[in-house]
């Protein structure tokens, strides 16, 4: 009488036929089971998920039916099956090989047992019983069939190390041969196997063995034997005794790529007894078990007792210390016997071992870590490395955090180096040879994805049905609809779905509200937005980062990874309500924060909230995107001129240019808001138009929005527009006729108090005379504005007051005030950080020296101010800083530095249609006419080249004349 489980499904002394196999199914489960009492709700649902609970437990009824008679059979002197109206158990009473098994394993390591236990595995458990149709019990299937599998490959993994030590060859070579069985390419059931052939004199076959263990690792993987298996094969052709390395962790089935810096930090941490619990934290899928076990192999050498992998995925949350205890001593061949507590027995046995243990998937147990640090004090010599989505938020614990594999950019011409698009490529070879042709689609796959290990295989496996190109697309519309049916992966790893469905039971009914709000972002954000737009206070925030629902960008910024975002906004379809709330608080937030922008720069100056606005700046483009579609005039019109100063601020300006053309989404019958925001728009958008040397179209801009804020009657509208207005005529125009404008706006800033405008268009009146360089009509207008600007704490306006009475007192030799203003606006522009400003004064203080006959001070002076320019990527400032050095270093002599200077001018900007380009190559040239005749005639020629391109017929004849010159 028994039930024989493992390979094929058989009950003796049945003679009644089970109905269906379903009833089988129910069996085993009961059996494995036995120790619990099961709900009939729960076993309804687990086989017959599909159907109404009705008809499912009137399902289990009939099951049960059945399979009370086949037991009666088999056992007709005990009720083996126990039930009520509401509960069934199952009694251990019929003998069952899983049993045996799993008794055999938790009673002795001892070899006779092991070998028992070996005996009873004969092949995959329950193998060949499908239930297509009851999903629950196929993952609870797997997750049984990996389980036991486990078990089988470290018991026989021990019995090698046993038969081994005992130099029973004979046995170490049927041992490795049944390892092998299960694992084909287990490396230490290999080097077993050759290791008992050479001791018992057949090096033929063990040569044998080595070959195809290399033909199988080369056409699975493309890889190589491991250093240590060549060492070994060298040994044996040698005629040494061959010694084999027992490897206790399961063996890679796909390739591992990448991670070539993690592995080398992780490696580092694990030999450091510093680190004694390290825990690798990163969302579902992301390959913290295959870089645990990576890492682990690394490492080995390291621990004479050896690194065991321990997977706790099986273990229910309720889980005590003792059955983690008895699954980590089942992995080590610690025997567990008596009545003394599991975990008391592993903490004896781990005394004076130096070990390593990769303790597997803690998160659904993380209440039960405290034992940890029970198994760290037993033993001085353990290292554990665990995996979890959770931290595990103890003091000893190190945390690695494990984020997607690199991406690489679209125009990356070494793509197939990143690990992201080389894991795509392989496991796409089963269906097709993706070529440099897929390249772009690849790395856009890869991108959409953020790099993450299990998402590029399923879509690799995709590719199956697909072509590239198609499934890309499809992606960018659902990604989360991504899944294969391969039994080789557990059930929670065959689709985006089963993997977050088992992260999103991690959180309860607060943390998931929390997480809906927060899928509105786009790219990162700070706790402050987190607040305003999800109500989350920081405490809250850090926990769903250790949960690993959230990644740190930097201290203040927190972001979603791409696919928790597409899996989390399916799941608000079902909560449209929540979804509008949370993206009225989006736009609501960002919109009045780029709103109060304006007033910040005023004062503070454009660089710190120009930070801000490069952290967070695709949730501002979306809120105003998405409120210009919704036509939410009174929002667009209140952060219009705050959106316009951070862009200009960061130089967009075709950014500006575009988000101001976009079309606001009002109804026919234009309200007095929406004609007030049309206004807002066609200004800033003159604003931009005009900063791009698009006049024709600017003034026409300009010219609407002043006659609109004027109809409207709205002083605050007409008083922006004027300003900007005024910019644009001040820049583009001789500026003859702007005065009264000026004093128009003037009159109106003081009306409104608008200090900052008031104070820009005092510095305008100075600089129309400083245009025409009456300096000293223009100074008092300058030193108005400064002190509006000091009184007002107005930073922007302060730093452009000494900017421009830096350059009218240069002009009037006033070098005492000079210094005074210029050395104060370099102090004001370093305390603020806006490094353009500093620059700037920093090169009219070369100007200073130069006219003091002081070269080596204005070369330093320029070189500060260059090294500036290159960091902001300031063409401008780069162009005009390189042309005034280089003329000082021809002045003095350095010509071969001036030259350089010139030639780099031209490299840099040569393609522009610009006489400075022509410029440089004529002082070029005339430089080299004295002292290379050869270099300066190429130098011309170069010059007629570039005259001719640009039609510039004045460096056209200086090029022939000076050709001319030199020929003769």
């Given at each position: 009488m028994g039930l024989t489980l493992f390979n094929q499904f058989e009950l003796t002394g049945a003679k009644t036929a089970f109905r269906f196999d379903k009833v089988r199914a129910l069996l085993a489960y009961l059996v494995v089971e036995h120790s619990k009492t099961h709900h009939r709700t729960t076993l309804a649902t687990l086989l017959w998920s599909e159907l109404p609970e009705k008809h499912a437990r009137n399902n289990l009824r009939l099951a049960l039916h059945n399979l009370r008679?086949?037991?009666?059979?088999?056992?007709?002197?005990?009720?083996?099956?126990?039930?009520?109206?509401?509960?069934?158990?199952?009694?251990?009473?019929?003998?069952?090989?899983?049993?045996?098994?799993?008794?055999?394993?938790?009673?002795?390591?001892?070899?006779a047992q092991l070998e028992q236990a070996a005996a009873l595995y004969t092949g995959d458990f329950c193998r060949g019983l499908y239930l297509t149709d009851a999903v629950l019990f196929e993952e609870w299937l797997l997750l049984q069939q990996e389980r036991f599998h486990q078990q089988a490959v470290t018991a026989l993994g021990k019995l090698l190390t046993l038969t081994r030590d005992a130099q029973d060859w004979a046995a170490l070579k049927r041992f490795?041969?049944?390892?092998?069985?299960?694992?084909?390419?287990?490396?230490?059931?290999?080097?077993?196997?050759?290791?008992?052939?050479?001791?018992?004199?057949?090096?033929?076959?063990?040569?044998?063995?080595?070959?195809?263990?290399?033909?199988?690792?080369?056409?699975?993987?493309?890889?190589?034997?491991?250093?240590?298996?060549?060492?070994?094969?060298?040994?044996?052709?040698?005629?040494e005794p061959t010694v084999a390395i027992i490897d206790h962790l399961p063996a890679d089935l796909t390739p591992f790529f990448g991670r070539k810096s993690e592995l080398s930090q992780l490696s580092r941490w694990l030999t450091d007894d510093r680190f004694r619990l390290i825990t690798l934290v990163g969302m579902g899928g992301i390959g913290k078990t295959r870089l645990a076990l990576a890492a682990a192999r690394c490492v080995q050498s390291d621990f004479p007792a050896g690194a065991y992998f321990v997977p706790l995925a099986g273990l229910e949350a309720d889980s005590h210390h003792d059955q983690i205890a008895a699954a980590i001593?089942?992995?080590?061949?610690?025997?567990i016997e008596g009545n003394k507590p599991p975990a008391d027995q592993l903490c004896s046995w781990l005394q004076g071992r130096k070990l390593l243990l990769v303790l597997d998937n803690w998160e659904q147990i993380v209440e039960s870590a405290d034992i940890l640090p029970t198994l760290l004090k037993a033993s001085a010599e353990l290292i554990l490395l665990c995996t979890s989505q959770v931290t595990l938020d103890f003091q000893a614990e190190r945390v690695f955090e494990v984020t997607g594999l690199p991406v690489p950019a679209l125009d990356a011409h070494d793509a197939g180096d990143y690990s992201s698009v080389a894991l795509l490529r392989e496991r796409a070879e089963r269906f097709v040879a993706l070529d440099d042709a897929d390249a772009l689609s690849a790395i856009a796959l890869c991108d959409l994805l953020d790099g993450h290990p299990l998402a590029i295989e399923l879509a690799a496996a995709a590719l199956r049905d697909e072509l590239l190109t198609d499934l890309l697309a499809g992606l960018q519309r659902s990604v989360t609809e991504l899944a294969v049916t391969f039994r080789d992966l557990p059930?929670?790893?065959?689709?985006?779905?089963?993997?977050?469905?088992?992260?999103?039971?991690?959180?309860?009914?607060?943390?998931?509200?929390?997480?809906?709000?927060?899928?509105?972002?786009?790219?990162?954000?700070?706790?402050?937005?987190?607040?305003?737009?999800?109500?989350?206070?920081?405490?809250?925030?850090?926990?769903?980062?250790?949960?690993?629902?959230?990644?740190?960008?930097?201290?203040?910024?927190?972001?979603?990874?791409?696919?928790?975002?597409?899996?989390?906004?399916?799941?608000?379809?079902?909560?449209?309500?929540?979804?509008?709330?949370?993206?009225?608080?989006?736009?609501?937030?960002?919109?009045?924060?780029?709103?109060?922008?304006?007033?910040?720069?005023?004062?503070?100056?454009?660089?710190?909230?120009?930070?801000?606005?490069?952290?967070?700046?695709?949730?501002?483009?979306?809120?105003?995107?998405?409120?210009?579609?919704?036509?939410?005039?009174?929002?667009?019109?209140?952060s219009s001129l705050g959106l316009s100063e951070l862009l200009a601020a960061d130089t967009r300006l075709h950014e500006?240019?575009?988000?101001?053309?976009?079309?606001?989404?009002?109804?026919?019958?234009?309200?007095?808001?929406?004609?007030?925001?049309?206004?807002?728009?066609?200004?800033?958008?003159?604003?931009?138009?005009?900063?791009?040397?698009?006049?024709?179209?600017?003034?026409?801009?300009?010219?609407?929005?002043?006659?609109?804020?004027?109809?409207?009657?709205?002083?605050?509208?007409?008083?922006?527009?004027?300003?900007?207005?005024?910019?644009?005529?001040?820049?583009?125009?001789?500026?003859?006729?702007?005065?009264?404008?000026?004093?128009?706006?003037?009159?109106?800033?003081?009306?409104?108090n608008n200090v900052s405008i008031l104070g820009l268009t005092t510095q305008y009146r100075g600089g129309i005379y400083s245009r025409a360089c009456r300096y000293e009509e223009a100074l008092p207008f300058f030193q108005e504005a400064e002190q509006i600007a000091q009184a007002n704490q107005l930073t922007t306006l302060l730093l452009e007051?000494?900017?421009?009475?830096?350059?009218?007192?240069?002009?009037?030799?006033?070098?005492?005030?000079?210094?005074?203003?210029?050395?104060?606006?370099?102090?004001?522009?370093?305390?603020?950080?806006?490094?353009?400003?500093?620059?700037?004064?920093?090169?009219?203080?070369?100007?200073?020296?130069?006219?003091?006959?002081?070269?080596?001070?204005?070369?330093?002076?320029?070189?500060?101010?260059?090294?500036?320019?290159?960091?902001?990527?300031?063409?401008?400032?780069?162009?005009?800083t390189l042309m005034?050095?280089?003329?000082?270093?021809?002045?003095?002599?350095?010509?071969?530095?001036?030259?350089?200077?010139?030639?780099?001018?031209?490299?840099?900007?040569?393609?522009?249609?610009?006489?400075?380009?022509?410029?440089?190559?004529?002082?070029?040239?005339?430089?080299?006419?004295?002292t290379n005749p050869t270099a300066a005639r190429q130098t011309f020629r170069q010059l007629l080249d570039h005259a001719h391109k640009f039609d510039q017929a004045e460096y056209i004849t200086l090029a022939e004349s000076e050709l001319q010159s030199l020929e003769d």
């Amino acid at each position: 009488m028994g039930l024989t489980l493992f390979n094929q499904f058989e009950l003796t002394g049945a003679k009644t036929a089970f109905r269906f196999d379903k009833v089988r199914a129910l069996l085993a489960y009961l059996v494995v089971e036995h120790s619990k009492t099961h709900h009939r709700t729960t076993l309804a649902t687990l086989l017959w998920s599909e159907l109404p609970e009705k008809h499912a437990r009137n399902n289990l009824r009939l099951a049960l039916h059945n399979l009370r008679q086949i037991l009666r059979e088999v056992s007709p002197d005990i009720e083996l099956l126990q039930t009520t109206r509401s509960t069934i158990r199952f009694e251990p009473m019929l003998s069952a090989d899983t049993r045996q098994f799993e008794q055999l394993l938790t009673d002795s390591s001892e070899r006779a047992q092991l070998e028992q236990a070996a005996a009873l595995y004969t092949g995959d458990f329950c193998r060949g019983l499908y239930l297509t149709d009851a999903v629950l019990f196929e993952e609870w299937l797997l997750l049984q069939q990996e389980r036991f599998h486990q078990q089988a490959v470290t018991a026989l993994g021990k019995l090698l190390t046993l038969t081994r030590d005992a130099q029973d060859w004979a046995a170490l070579k049927r041992f490795g041969e049944r390892l092998n069985v299960l694992e084909p390419l287990h490396e230490a059931a290999t080097a077993a196997r050759i290791e008992a052939l050479g001791r018992l004199g057949e090096g033929n076959q063990a040569k044998q063995v080595y070959a195809a263990y290399c033909e199988k690792l080369n056409g699975t993987f493309g890889e190589s034997p491991s250093e240590a298996l060549q060492a070994l094969m060298a040994q044996l052709e040698g005629g040494e005794p061959t010694v084999a390395i027992i490897d206790h962790l399961p063996a890679d089935l796909t390739p591992f790529f990448g991670r070539k810096s993690e592995l080398s930090q992780l490696s580092r941490w694990l030999t450091d007894d510093r680190f004694r619990l390290i825990t690798l934290v990163g969302m579902g899928g992301i390959g913290k078990t295959r870089l645990a076990l990576a890492a682990a192999r690394c490492v080995q050498s390291d621990f004479p007792a050896g690194a065991y992998f321990v997977p706790l995925a099986g273990l229910e949350a309720d889980s005590h210390h003792d059955q983690i205890a008895a699954a980590i001593a089942a992995a080590v061949g610690c025997q567990i016997e008596g009545n003394k507590p599991p975990a008391d027995q592993l903490c004896s046995w781990l005394q004076g071992r130096k070990l390593l243990l990769v303790l597997d998937n803690w998160e659904q147990i993380v209440e039960s870590a405290d034992i940890l640090p029970t198994l760290l004090k037993a033993s001085a010599e353990l290292i554990l490395l665990c995996t979890s989505q959770v931290t595990l938020d103890f003091q000893a614990e190190r945390v690695f955090e494990v984020t997607g594999l690199p991406v690489p950019a679209l125009d990356a011409h070494d793509a197939g180096d990143y690990s992201s698009v080389a894991l795509l490529r392989e496991r796409a070879e089963r269906f097709v040879a993706l070529d440099d042709a897929d390249a772009l689609s690849a790395i856009a796959l890869c991108d959409l994805l953020d790099g993450h290990p299990l998402a590029i295989e399923l879509a690799a496996a995709a590719l199956r049905d697909e072509l590239l190109t198609d499934l890309l697309a499809g992606l960018q519309r659902s990604v989360t609809e991504l899944a294969v049916t391969f039994r080789d992966l557990p059930p929670r790893q065959r689709s985006i779905h089963a993997m977050f469905d088992r992260t999103w039971q991690l959180l309860d009914a607060d943390e998931r509200t929390i997480m809906r709000a927060l899928s509105v972002m786009r790219g990162q954000f700070s706790t402050t937005a987190a607040t305003a737009i999800a109500g989350v206070d920081e405490e809250t925030l850090y926990a769903l980062y250790d949960k690993s629902l959230l990644q740190r960008v930097s201290a203040e910024h927190f972001s979603l990874h791409s696919l928790t975002t597409h899996y989390i906004r399916a799941k608000l379809q079902q909560h449209s309500a929540q979804w509008q709330a949370a993206l009225a608080n989006h736009h609501t937030h960002y919109l009045t924060w780029v709103a109060d922008a304006h007033q910040a720069i005023i004062r503070e100056g454009g660089t710190s909230v120009v930070r801000q606005l490069n952290a967070e700046y695709d949730n501002i483009r979306f809120a105003w995107t998405s409120s210009m579609k919704a036509g939410n005039s009174a929002l667009i019109a209140q952060s219009s001129l705050g959106l316009s100063e951070l862009l200009a601020a960061d130089t967009r300006l075709h950014e500006g240019a575009h988000l101001f053309g976009l079309p606001l989404n009002a109804a026919q019958t234009q309200s007095r808001q929406t004609l007030i925001a049309t206004s807002w728009l066609q200004g800033m958008r003159a604003y931009f138009q005009f900063q791009l040397g698009k006049m024709n179209n600017a003034e026409q801009l300009f010219e609407t929005a002043v006659e609109i804020a004027e109809e409207m009657n709205e002083p605050q509208l007409l008083l922006q527009m004027l300003h900007h207005a005024n910019d644009f005529q001040l820049t583009h125009t001789d500026g003859k006729n702007l005065t009264e404008q000026l004093i128009r706006t003037e009159q109106l800033a003081r009306k409104l108090n608008n200090v900052s405008i008031l104070g820009l268009t005092t510095q305008y009146r100075g600089g129309i005379y400083s245009r025409a360089c009456r300096y000293e009509e223009a100074l008092p207008f300058f030193q108005e504005a400064e002190q509006i600007a000091q009184a007002n704490q107005l930073t922007t306006l302060l730093l452009e007051s000494y900017a421009w009475q830096a350059h009218a007192l240069r002009q009037l030799q006033r070098w005492p005030e000079f210094l005074r203003v210029n050395e104060a606006g370099i102090a004001l522009a370093e305390r603020k950080g806006e490094k353009l400003f500093k620059a700037t004064l920093i090169q009219s203080m070369a100007g200073y020296y130069r006219r003091h006959h002081e070269p080596q001070k204005a070369i330093a002076a320029y070189d500060d101010c260059l090294k500036i320019a290159e960091q902001l990527n300031h063409a401008k400032l780069i162009l005009t800083t390189l042309m005034r050095r280089a003329t000082l270093l021809e002045q003095i002599g350095r010509y071969n530095a001036a030259i350089a200077d010139y030639q780099t001018i031209y490299t840099l900007y040569g393609h522009q249609d610009d006489s400075r380009m022509s410029w440089a190559l004529a002082e070029i040239g005339r430089i080299q006419r004295d002292t290379n005749p050869t270099a300066a005639r190429q130098t011309f020629r170069q010059l007629l080249d570039h005259a001719h391109k640009f039609d510039q017929a004045e460096y056209i004849t200086l090029a022939e004349s000076e050709l001319q010159s030199l020929e003769d």
